[in-house]
């Protein structure tokens, strides 16, 4: 009974401690899998997409969108890959390019948010499409709002820790 109790303590401290990292490290579960801290892209306005079609030239020098990623195209042109990404935010779609040495980590529902430069009428070489509008951006001004693993799984992180924490804790009983 002793051991029991032990085990119980113990477990209760490692919930306890990862809810705080958690919630003290990570911005109430939100994981940025992009160094750029969310203060950084806070510094100008998150501009819907319907907007942005309406009134295009108010936005080519730095323009800023969230959305999910409907479709994205990844491409490698040595020593360097592009990633195409077509986002929806709910009023509309449009195309986001990063270039980066790696191809990003993404699947198609995933959220993000980016900030950048817009062109109107690009034709890219390398896709053989020409695109209306898109922004062109970097890695450090992208936040991913769910990762890979949250989009398989539809859990946060934190959700999975602690349903490790609970399946290791069962396995004494």
Same mark, same amino acid.
């Given at each position: 009974?002793?051991?029991?109790? $032990?085990?119980?303590?113990?477990?209760?401290?490692?919930?306890? /401690? +990862?809810?705080?990292?958690?919630?003290? $490290?990570? &911005?109430?579960?939100?994981?940025? *899998?992009?160094?750029?801290?969310?203060?950084?892209?806070?510094?100008?306005?998150?501009?819907?997409?319907?907007?942005?079609?309406?009134?295009?030239?108010?936005?080519?020098?730095?323009?800023?969108? *969230?959305?999910?990623?409907?479709? +994205?195209?990844?491409?490698?042109?040595?020593?360097?890959? !592009?990633?195409?990404?077509?986002?929806?935010?709910?009023?509309?779609? /449009?195309?986001?390019?990063?270039?980066?040495? %790696?191809?990003?980590?993404?699947?198609? &529902?995933?959220?993000? !948010?980016?900030?950048?430069?817009?062109?109107?009428?690009?034709?890219?070489?390398?896709?053989?499409?020409? $695109?209306?509008?898109?922004?062109?951006? !970097?890695?450090?001004?992208?936040?991913?709002?769910? *990762?890979?693993?949250?989009? %398989? !799984?539809?859990?946060?992180?934190?959700?999975?820790?602690?349903?490790?924490? /609970?399946?290791?804790?069962?396995? +004494?009983?």
């Amino acid at each position: 009974m002793v051991k029991l109790n $032990y085990i119980f303590g113990v477990s209760i401290f490692i919930i306890i /401690l +990862f809810a705080n990292v958690a919630f003290g $490290y990570a &911005g109430m579960g939100n994981i940025s *899998t992009s160094p750029t801290p969310d203060s950084q892209l806070e510094q100008s306005v998150v501009t819907s997409i319907s907007e942005i079609y309406g009134n295009p030239a108010n936005y080519i020098n730095n323009v800023k969108v *969230t959305g999910k990623i409907v479709d +994205f195209i990844n491409v490698q042109n040595p020593p360097s890959y !592009t990633t195409y990404m077509k986002i929806d935010d709910g009023t509309g779609s /449009l195309w986001v390019a990063n270039q980066a040495n %790696e191809p990003l980590n993404i699947q198609i &529902g995933m959220e993000l !948010t980016a900030e950048g430069f817009m062109m109107n009428n690009f034709r890219s070489n390398s896709t053989g499409m020409t $695109y209306d509008l898109i922004i062109f951006t !970097t890695p450090d001004k992208i936040v991913f709002t769910t *990762t890979p693993i949250q989009q %398989e !799984t539809g859990i946060s992180w934190l959700e999975s820790m602690v349903n490790s924490i /609970l399946d290791w804790i069962k396995s +004494f009983f």
